[in-house]
Structure formats: structure tokens, C-alpha cells
């Protein structure tokens, strides 16, 4: 099992730019996740669905961020304008609905936005 | 608000000793908690779980206490080795929903 894949692993932008991050969750899995972790906040969850649907998008810091499930194994996370405080490194997860709390996370993307 | 809290930032233990971290929550709707362990450069990994109707669970070298009426869990490594150091976070849910609420992480060093 590949796990759960994230790309890119590093991504450096400009303000105002648009920024995609991908994700690919363990096949099976029908829960994903989209976290941001930064120094002053740890973990955050930003948004997560259940069998492609957002459930709770509550943690998506503003409109600028959106993102989408189009199928069970696939997912993208958007900034768009970005700017510099979204500098972050976003983890994507997954896990099976009926293991409580127990996900499955990718590498990462740090995101750095100059 | 954070609902889930590492008080300590780092730790430093020997070698062979116990690594004890702890975790503090205050939202009484959480039963069920969790931690996870964290290397540089890498996602966070399922270390360890307990439902709120135990107080312990045992898994090799690592043990998590869970102390309803404090609202505080720990976790015990014994005997901690080199290998052990990296963020632990704490992380609770809820009801039957899927969301977790992380602590901010405890950075572990152990000392050979």
C-alpha cells in the first residue's frame, strides 16, 4: 500500500498567486482530510469529507480556500489570491469511517508564499 | 480556544527512563482520545488510542492513562529509547464524528 500521497512536497509562490495541492488517499478509505500546521496553531483541521461530500468545511480559514473530492481517490486543496500567512505545511489524510480518530496522513506540502 | 492542550512544548529524557507526556482537554463532549507521533518531514502516525470508558490502555512500551474527572490523559513510555524522539500530539473526537481536535504537540528528545 502506497499510502497517502500528497503533491508537491514543496511549493513556493508568489502573493496573489494561485496555489493547488493534491491528494491521493488509501484506496478503501472513504473519510478524507485537509489539516494545516503551522508554529502557532499546530494542527488545524481545515475541511474533511465522507464519501466525496464535505461534511465540515467549519476550519476553512475564508474564501479564498476551497477544495473538492471528485472521486474517492483524488482531492485538491486551492488558494486563491494567496498570500504570505498561509505559509504553512497542509496535510492531507484518510481514514475508514468506522476507525474513531484513527487517519492515515500524507507527507505534507510545505507551502511558501513570498 | 484550544480544546486540546500540551502544556509542555519539549522534553528531554535518558535513555531506558519512562517518558511521561500529558494532555489537558476541556470539552466533556470528547470520548475518545488519541496520540499521535510525528518525525521531521513526515505526517503524523496513530500511535496509541483509549475510549472514555477506560482509564488505561497498554500497547508494548507505551500506555495511555486517561483521568475523566481532570480532564487529562498522559502518556507513558517505558523505557524510552533514541528512536522515540519526535512531536507527540495529543487528539480527541467527539460523538460519532469523525473530526479530531489536535493538541499542539510535545517535542520528545531522548538522550542515549
Known amino acids: 500500500d502506497a499510502g497517502v500521497i500528497q503533491s508537491p512536497r514543496h511549493e513556493v509562490t508568489e502573493m496573489g498567486q494561485e496555489v493547488t495541492l493534491r491528494c491521493k488517499p488509501i484506496?478503501?478509505?472513504?473519510?478524507l482530510f485537509w489539516y494545516r500546521q503551522t508554529m502557532m496553531r499546530g494542527l488545524e483541521l481545515l475541511i474533511y469529507?465522507?464519501?466525496?461530500?464535505?461534511?465540515?468545511d467549519s476550519g476553512m480559514p475564508e474564501d479564498r480556500f476551497s477544495a473538492k473530492m471528485p472521486n474517492a481517490s483524488f482531492s485538491t486543496l486551492k488558494i486563491q489570491p494567496s498570500e504570505p500567512r498561509d505559509s504553512a505545511v497542509y496535510f492531507c489524510?484518510?481514514?475508514?469511517?468506522?476507525?474513531?480518530?484513527?487517519?492515515?496522513f500524507g507527507p505534507g506540502t510545505r507551502l511558501t508564499v513570498t | 480556544d484550544q480544546q486540546v492542550k500540551q502544556n509542555s512544548p519539549s522534553l528531554s529524557v535518558q535513555e531506558g527512563r519512562i517518558s511521561i507526556l500529558n494532555c489537558d482537554y476541556t470539552?466533556?463532549?470528547?470520548?475518545?482520545f488519541l496520540w499521535y507521533k510525528k518525525y521531521p518531514a513526515e505526517g503524523p502516525t496513530f500511535l496509541i488510542s483509549?475510549?472514555?470508558?477506560?482509564d488505561k490502555n497498554e500497547d508494548g512500551r507505551f500506555t495511555v492513562f486517561l483521568n475523566k474527572s481532570a480532564k487529562h490523559l498522559s502518556l507513558h513510555i517505558v523505557p524510552s529509547q533514541p528512536g522515540d524522539s519526535a512531536v507527540y500530539f495529543c487528539?480527541?473526537?467527539?460523538?460519532?464524528?469523525?473530526?479530531?481536535?489536535f493538541g499542539t504537540g510535545t517535542k520528545l528528545q531522548v538522550i542515549p
Open positions: 489524510a484518510s481514514s475508514v469511517s468506522a476507525e474513531a480518530g484513527e487517519q492515515y
Open positions: 484506496s478503501g478509505h472513504n473519510s
Open positions: 469529507f465522507n464519501n466525496n461530500v464535505p461534511i465540515d
Open positions: 470539552n466533556s463532549m470528547f470520548d475518545y
Open positions: 483509549i475510549s472514555s470508558i477506560k
Open positions: 487528539a480527541a473526537v467527539h460523538g460519532g464524528y469523525q473530526k479530531v481536535t
